[in-house]
């Protein structure tokens, strides 16, 4: 069965400092990846997302991704990070025998100290 | 404007209780999806309809039963409501086909007593 671990439940980092968020998935097939944003009580938006071809992904809010197939994983990184990111940030997966359905991780909550 | 709306953001009630929570998109997308974010923040499909027609039912309590009256929208009707049921439920649409983003709503926070 598919599944899709983010390993760390909370991260800190300081304002400014760079920030990579991990996710690993396993899956059957070529997948396509997610990374969403969701402040408290709010719902999720994305921040970018990879279906095919170039590896490395630009998002809004200046994040970024890398796909890589050997290693199943799909990190989200930003090289400076704004005390507005604080946030909890999902990393979802689909593949094409699944159809439309996602498969979401738990989570990662980032704190952001100044 | 709204892309996914959903009424209401909150909702408490008691145990045994009907209720219903209202989804719609206007963003022109074929399908819809239904969410349940546990305590824990575990987000998990439970439903997703295309075109009107249901294409994926998780292993969801019958009492749980969705309603797409057109593609713009889809509700959540609960019957005799349980403590565990209190979650986030989140709507979400997405053109069909694969690799689609799947936009979601704000959130319905329900809270069973």
């Known amino acids: 069965a598919q599944s899709v671990t983010q390993p760390d439940i909370h991260i800190t980092v300081s304002e400014g400092a760079s920030l990579e968020l991990r996710c690993n998935y396993s899956?059957?097939?070529?997948?396509?990846l997610f990374w969403y944003v969701q402040s408290p009580g709010q719902g999720l938006q994305l921040l970018l997302k990879y279906f095919s071809g170039d590896t490395l992904v630009q998002g809004i809010k200046g994040f970024e991704a890398e796909f890589k197939r050997s290693q199943s994983s799909f990190n989200l990184r930003k090289p400076s990070v704004h005390w507005s990111d604080a946030a909890e940030y999902f990393c979802?997966?689909?593949?094409?025998?699944?159809?439309?359905?996602?498969?979401f991780g738990a989570g990662t909550i980032l704190r952001v100290k100044s | 404007d709204t892309a996914v709306s959903q009424t209401p953001k909150y909702l408490v009630t008691q145990m045994g209780n009907d209720k219903s929570i209202k989804c719609e998109q206007n963003l022109g997308h074929d399908t819809m999806y239904w969410y349940k974010q546990d305590s824990k923040k575990f987000l998990k499909i439970m439903f997703s309809y295309n075109n009107k027609e249901l294409i994926i039912n998780e292993t969801v309590p019958n009492r749980f039963s969705p309603k797409s009256p057109d593609k713009a929208h889809l509700n959540l009707h609960i019957n005799s409501l349980e403590l565990g049921d209190s979650a986030v439920y989140f709507c979400?649409?997405?053109?069909?086909?694969?690799?689609?983003?799947?936009?979601f709503g704000p959130g319905t926070r329900l809270l069973v007593l």
């Open positions: 979802a997966v689909g593949a094409l025998e699944y159809g439309n359905k996602l498969v």
């Open positions: 899956y059957g097939a070529t997948p396509y």
């Open positions: 979400a649409s997405s053109q069909t086909g694969w690799g689609e983003t799947q936009y």
